[in-house]
């Protein structure tokens, strides 16, 4: 499993019917409040927050812009 960190950008693997949240959405670690709960804020795609929630790493994944490497 991927470490997940402060201002990491991840995408949910589930639904959050409870916070209105579809599988797939796009949010950002901003608090670490134990190793399994982070608090993710998710926002428009003009910056304007909608949801600031707290969501276990099993429900997350961690996105990535660039290809791994060669080593």
Avoid: C, H
Avoid at 37 to 51: C, W
């Amino acid at each position: 499993m991927d470490i997940l960190e402060l201002f990491d950008v991840v995408v949910l693997t589930e639904a959050i019917p409870s916070y209105n949240l579809r599988k797939g959405e796009l949010g950002t670690i901003v608090e670490i409040l134990d190793e399994e709960v982070f608090l993710i804020e998710f926002a428009d795609t003009k910056g304007v927050t909608y949801a600031i929630v707290p969501i276990k790493s099993a429900s997350l994944m961690k996105v990535y812009y660039e290809p791994l490497l060669a080593q």
